[in-house]
């Protein structure tokens, strides 16, 4: 890192999508950047669920980011959880030590919302992180191998039962690739096992899934899972879950031995640091300069910034986050040479999901695509978007090996000693 003695220092929390995005937008304006993460690594969360759903392996979908940054002459990073913000004194508090700054980005994103759920929290896997996508990987093999071991059917259909909470992006995407795993890998791992007692269903509140896009592709996305053997709940919320697995609102209960919880993010605890009251969803609301209101010199981007455009806030999307860290940044680079800011203004590139081999859909601008046609482009852009050649290159060749031989190529059971899920439990 070049170091200049009066530079401003800019600090940045989060190495996630916003952060980066700043720090490469200041890599040549008068400032010195610290990224302050908890991990040190930068996550490509769109391909989390093929971690979780045992066809890539962590270090295809994430980068160090010492790697990313290094080229970055003005950049530097410490690794450490940031705990508080002294907004007066211009000074996080961090599980490290206190770090001080003379501009703030605030880019630390979301975590799960259990929305107060009775036993979601403590039963219910999450695919929020790369440890949660390695636990839920565990969790699927494992409950097979302890399905070896019964001949109580009632045990086994309760071991081979999944439900997904959440019909987003990530509920659906997981829901395809968990009924292929099993339909074109674990059965051959499995011949002696009893594959019709695997039920995989997927219970989402609202009308129907992938509430984002348009209602033809909705349609198509539910089709497409439902002839993988998906079962679809709409219209009806999760009240509790426990060993049994999920009742829901309308008095039915879903069986289930392994609970994926995929419903409701809000913004990260630093929230709370930085606003008395956070807006919805825990956000931090910023007017359109992303500022805090009383201390221009912090920023907020990414999941954790609430801001409005057109009467409704932005979703909490990677587009978004990335588009407001290369704003934040030309806005910085303005400061510090006395010019006035500009307002932020989000440009939609469009969504995609895919629903396993050969279906997907994406809605980019006023084309809308499903099946084959959608799976390709969702492919395409994903491999695109993918941080890295060698993690790009390895994706493709595990990609095309899974296509054509209809392998999975990382289902280990393997976790660091202590690490939920490693042992059999119940005498398994
Ligand atoms: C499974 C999954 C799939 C997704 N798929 C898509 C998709 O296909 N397309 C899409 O547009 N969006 C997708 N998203 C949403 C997308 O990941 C987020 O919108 C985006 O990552 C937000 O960027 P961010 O910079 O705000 O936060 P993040 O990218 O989450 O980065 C936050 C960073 O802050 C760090 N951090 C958090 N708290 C602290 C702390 N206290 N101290 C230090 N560091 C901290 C974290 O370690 C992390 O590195 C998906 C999300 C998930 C979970």
């Given at each position: 890192?070049t170091?200049?003695?009066?530079?401003?220092?800019?600090?940045?929390?989060?190495a996630?999508f916003g952060?980066?995005?700043?720090?490469?937008?200041?890599?040549?304006?008068?400032?010195?950047?610290?990224?302050?993460?908890?991990?040190?690594?930068?996550?490509?969360?769109p391909?989390?669920?093929q971690?979780a759903?045992?066809l890539?392996?962590?270090?295809?979908?994430?980068?160090?980011?010492?790697?990313?940054?290094?080229r970055?002459?003005?950049a530097?990073?410490?690794v450490?959880r940031?705990?508080?913000?002294?907004?007066?004194?211009?000074?996080?508090?961090?599980?490290?030590?206190p770090?001080?700054?003379?501009?703030?980005?605030?880019?630390?994103?979301?975590?799960?919302?259990f929305?107060?759920?009775?036993g979601?929290?403590?039963?219910?896997?999450?695919?929020?992180?790369?440890?949660?996508?390695?636990?839920?990987?565990n969790?699927?093999?494992?409950?097979?191998?302890?399905?070896?071991?019964?001949?109580?059917?009632n045990?086994r259909?309760?071991?081979?039962?999944f439900a997904?909470?959440?019909g987003?992006?990530?509920?659906?995407?997981?829901?395809g690739?968990?009924s292929?795993?099993?339909?074109?890998?674990?059965?051959?791992?499995?011949?002696?096992?009893?594959?019709g007692?695997?039920?995989i269903?997927l219970?989402?509140?609202?009308?129907?899934?992938l509430?984002?896009?348009?209602?033809?592709l909705?349609?198509?996305?539910?089709?497409?899972?439902?002839r993988?053997?998906?079962?679809?709940?709409?219209r009806?919320?999760v009240?509790?879950?426990?060993e049994?697995?999920?009742?829901?609102?309308?008095?039915?209960?879903?069986e289930?031995?392994t609970?994926?919880?995929t419903?409701?993010?809000?913004?990260?605890?630093l929230?709370?640091?930085?606003?008395?009251?956070?807006?919805?969803?825990?956000?931090?609301?910023?007017?359109?300069?992303?500022?805090?209101?009383?201390?221009?010199?912090?920023?907020?981007?990414?999941?954790?910034a609430?801001v409005?455009?057109?009467?409704?806030?932005?979703?909490?999307l990677i587009?978004?986050?990335m588009?407001?860290?290369?704003?934040?940044?030309?806005?910085?680079?303005?400061?510090t040479a006395?010019?006035?800011?500009?307002?932020?203004?989000?440009?939609?590139?469009?969504?995609m999901?895919?629903?396993?081999?050969n279906?997907?859909?994406?809605?980019v601008?006023?084309f809308?695509?499903?099946?084959?046609i959608?799976w390709?482009a969702?492919?395409g852009?994903?491999?695109?978007?993918?941080?890295?050649?060698?993690?790009?290159?390895?994706v493709?060749?595990?990609?095309?090996?899974?296509?054509?031989?209809?392998d999975?190529?990382?289902r280990?059971?393997?976790?660091?000693?202590?690490?939920p899920?490693t042992?059999p439990?119940?005498?398994?």
């Amino acid at each position: 890192m070049t170091s200049g003695v009066n530079r401003p220092r800019v600090v940045v929390v989060g190495a996630g999508f916003g952060g980066l995005s700043a720090v490469r937008g200041l890599r040549r304006a008068p400032v010195d950047t610290l990224v302050v993460d908890r991990h040190n690594y930068h996550l490509f969360t769109p391909l989390l669920y093929q971690v979780a759903s045992a066809l890539l392996d962590p270090s295809e979908i994430a980068r160090p980011a010492r790697a990313l940054l290094r080229r970055i002459g003005n950049a530097d990073l410490r690794v450490a959880r940031v705990e508080g913000v002294d907004l007066e004194a211009r000074r996080l508090h961090t599980s490290a030590a206190p770090v001080e700054y003379d501009y703030l980005v605030l880019a630390a994103g979301s975590v799960d919302n259990f929305f107060g759920i009775e036993g979601v929290e403590e039963r219910g896997f999450s695919l929020k992180d790369l440890g949660g996508a390695l636990a839920l990987r565990n969790r699927v093999l494992r409950q097979f191998e302890r399905a070896m071991w019964t001949d109580d059917a009632n045990q086994r259909r309760r071991l081979l039962s999944f439900a997904i909470v959440g019909g987003g992006p990530t509920g659906v995407e997981f829901a395809g690739a968990l009924s292929e795993l099993i339909a074109l890998v674990l059965r051959k791992d499995f011949p002696n096992l009893d594959i019709g007692a695997v039920r995989i269903a997927l219970v989402e509140a609202g009308d129907g899934l992938l509430a984002a896009f348009a209602p033809r592709l909705r349609r198509a996305a539910q089709r497409a899972l439902e002839r993988k053997g998906v079962e679809v709940r709409v219209r009806t919320s999760v009240t509790r879950a426990d060993e049994t697995g999920l009742l829901l609102a309308d008095g039915t209960h879903v069986e289930a031995g392994t609970v994926i919880w995929t419903a409701g993010v809000y913004g990260a605890d630093l929230a709370g640091a930085v606003v008395a009251r956070p807006a919805s969803a825990r956000r931090v609301a910023v007017g359109p300069t992303l500022q805090l209101a009383e201390h221009p010199e912090v920023f907020v981007i990414g999941d954790l910034a609430e801001v409005q455009q057109d009467g409704a806030p932005l979703p909490m999307l990677i587009p978004v986050a990335m588009q407001e860290g290369e704003h934040v940044a030309r806005s910085i680079a303005a400061m510090t040479a006395g010019q006035a800011l500009q307002p932020f203004r989000y440009h939609d590139p469009g969504i995609m999901a895919t629903i396993g081999r050969n279906s997907g859909v994406a809605q980019v601008g006023p084309f809308k695509l499903s099946g084959f046609i959608g799976w390709c482009a969702w492919l395409g852009l994903h491999l695109i978007k993918i941080i890295g050649f060698r993690n790009r290159l390895i994706v493709l060749i595990n990609w095309g090996w899974e296509y054509f031989r209809y392998d999975r190529p990382v289902r280990l059971i393997a976790a660091p000693r202590g690490a939920p899920d490693t042992a059999p439990p119940d005498g398994l």
